[in-house]
């Protein structure tokens, strides 16, 4: 997999080229690029915004900027993803997706965002993603970025070192996780629950499940609505 980033902070991706993301450059597992929008700019201030049209606060990214930044970034293969509060949420579905395409590339907008001429013009000649990660308004789309790297990169074969780390995620099967503990038995007067020293690997499981059904109906019950039919037993239903 190939990722590209265009933004006019380069450095803010410096992350991506950290820990677990960057050891997975330096195996080829991915090859990762980050640009400059201001390397497409030709005036002495390198201007990437204007005011918007129809007035409001705020500027909007130029499209003479970006149209031939994407031009010369994305390729035959690219799916174009543009952070954007105003976008679908991104999910751990999103990301298996994502995970599976041989080139993505990110549009950092800044400012009150990108032309959306520029979004509309890409969308003739790839597939286009406006994405939020959230319900929140960050500054920038950078950050949204590395959450999506993250989430996307992780997932690809040989990336994270225990596979079945991947597999037994939250949302994996569509339920949070539930509690983990590692030693001492005790600490601070906390006990580690009795069940996962008992070595009994099913009763372990089986209680792992139930945590992880209890936390979500708590947490997140719109999630048990989501799950595929036929996802929860008669013992889960008991819980
Ligand atoms: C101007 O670019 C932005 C601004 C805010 C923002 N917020 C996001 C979010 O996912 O919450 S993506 C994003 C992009």
Redesign the pocket.
């Known amino acids: 997999m190939r990722l590209d980033v265009v933004t006019i902070f380069p450095e803010y991706l410096d992350p991506l080229r950290a820990a677990l993301l960057g050891r997975a450059i330096d195996r080829g597992l991915i090859e990762v690029g980050v640009h400059d929008l201001r390397d497409w700019t030709h005036d002495v201030h390198r201007a990437v915004d204007d005011a918007p049209y129809g007035g409001g606060p705020g500027m909007v990214m130029k499209p003479q900027i970006w149209g031939p930044a994407l031009d010369d970034v994305c390729g035959e293969n690219t799916r174009l993803v543009v ?3 105003a ?1 679908r949420p ?1 999910t751990q579905a999103m990301a298996h997706q994502y995970a599976t395409e041989e080139h993505l590339v990110f549009a ?6 990108i032309d959306q001429r520029v979004i509309d013009d890409a969308a003739r000649r790839m597939p286009v993603d406006e ?4 319900d ?6 950078e950050a ?1 970025v590395l959450v999506m790297v993250e989430a996307v990169v992780r997932l690809l074969p040989g990336v994270l070192g225990n596979a079945r780390s991947a597999e037994e995620d939250s949302f994996s099967d569509g339920l949070l996780e539930g509690p983990s503990y590692t030693r001492p038995e005790v600490w601070r007067d906390l006990a580690v629950p009795d069940v996962l020293r008992s070595g009994n690997h099913a009763l372990i499981d089986r209680w792992r499940r139930d945590q992880a059904l209890e936390r979500t109906v708590r947490r997140r019950p719109e999630l048990i609505g989501q799950l595929p039919e036929g996802s929860l037993d008669k013992h889960d239903l008991a819980v």
């Open positions: 952070p954007t509060p976008g991104f950092c907008g800044r400012y009150e965002g994405v939020s990660i959230g929140y308004v960050l500054v920038g789309g949204a």
